[in-house]
Nanobody
Framework: QVQLVESGGGLVQPGGSLRLSCAAP????????IGWFRQAPGKEREGITC????????YYTDSVKGRFTISRDNARNTVYLQMNSLKPEDTAVYYC???????????????????????WGKGTLVTVSS
């Protein structure tokens, strides 16, 4: 059974940093597009950054560009999200997801991504507050 497991969420003050992890030990090899999505209360789930773990190509939405960094450790089957300069508006449940056909840009820009992307983790809560 394919599982994506997020970890690393928590409470952080504005301006602080967190690193999230997405472990996917049994992900089929052709599912090489991994994305980070977030959903704030009362808002739609949105893609924020996606990576092709085969060639390293990445995509960032404007809201996180320059503050967040996605990376992968293929040996550990893990994708990371380093989040710096966190703002209260970054408060959300953060999910990772896996796909095999979409480009990284298309994956991140997907409307209603939950219904279009094959595999999802259960999410980890990030709260940015003083």
């Amino acid at each position: 059974q394919v599982q994506l497991v997020e970890s690393g969420g928590g409470l952080v003050q504005p301006g602080g940093s967190l690193r999230l992890s997405c472990a996917a030990p049994r992900l089929p090899l052709d599912y090489n597009r991994i994305g980070w999505f977030r959903q704030a209360p009362g808002k739609e789930r949105e893609g924020i950054t996606c990576i092709n773990i085969r060639d390293g190509s990445t995509y960032y939405t404007d809201s996180v560009k320059g503050r967040f960094t996605i990376s992968r450790d293929n040996a550990r089957n893990t994708v990371y999200l380093q989040m710096n300069s966190l703002k209260p508006e970054d408060t959300a449940v953060y999910y990772c997801a896996a796909d095999r056909f979409l480009t990284v840009q298309a994956m991140c820009a997907m409307a209603n991504p939950y219904y279009s992307i094959d595999y999802w983790g259960k999410g980890t809560l990030v709260t940015v507050s003083s």
